[in-house]
């Protein structure tokens, strides 16, 4: 299935997705450092870190729904992908929650509750990301329909030529 939202001949949520991904487990280190070093920077690291992987992964949401809402309605692909969306917006959320308990304190070091949220949201972002893996590799979501091992040219917007 082809997905709908594409960009210069690839789907735009897999481009989207890697940025929230690293950019939250980025958060999760700079917090560790945090607590093992003291050091307020990467607590200041951490915060921003988290914002921003908050912010990116509400766009790569967005377009997930996209290819989402565009598969046939009683298949196993549209249950796994409603699984895949919900546990992601449950990351989102826990990051979202934890990143304001640590804005309501003085300073932007992570308590006790923020770093709780932001672990289960890391473990809950394993669970999505094997969902989305599932998705693609299994049931060949966002997989353009002439694809293959011998394509010559990187997707276009047209059909890709192969050999």
């Known amino acids: 299935m082809r997905s709908r939202a594409r960009f210069a001949g690839h789907a735009v949520h897999p481009m989207l997705v890697v940025f929230p991904l690293g950019l939250l487990v980025t958060a999760v ?12 920077d990467f607590a200041v690291a951490g915060a921003y870190t988290m914002a921003a992987g908050v912010v990116g992964g509400s766009v790569a949401s ?5 290819d989402w809402s565009s598969l046939p309605a009683g298949t196993r692909a549209r249950r796994i992908g409603l699984v895949h969306g919900l546990t992601n917006a449950v990351v989102i959320t826990l990051f979202a929650v934890s990143w304001l308990v640590r804005l309501t304190g ?5 308590t006790s509750t923020s ?7 890391l473990a809950l972002v394993v669970f999505g990301g094997w969902l989305g893996a599932e998705l693609v590799e299994r049931h060949a979501v966002g997989v353009d329909e002439d694809a293959s091992l011998n394509a010559l040219k990187m997707a276009t917007p047209g059909k890709a030529q192969h050999a």
């Not at 560790?32 to 307020?40: H, P, R, S």
């Not at 967005?62 to 996209?66: E, N």
């Not at 003085?106 to 992570?110: D, M």
């Open 29 to 40: 280190v700079f917090d560790a450092l945090f607590y093992v070093t003291g050091g307020a």
């Open 62 to 66: 967005t377009f997930g729904w996209v």
């Open 106 to 110: 003085e300073t932007w070091e992570p």
């Open 115 to 121: 770093l709780v949220l932001a672990l289960a949201g």
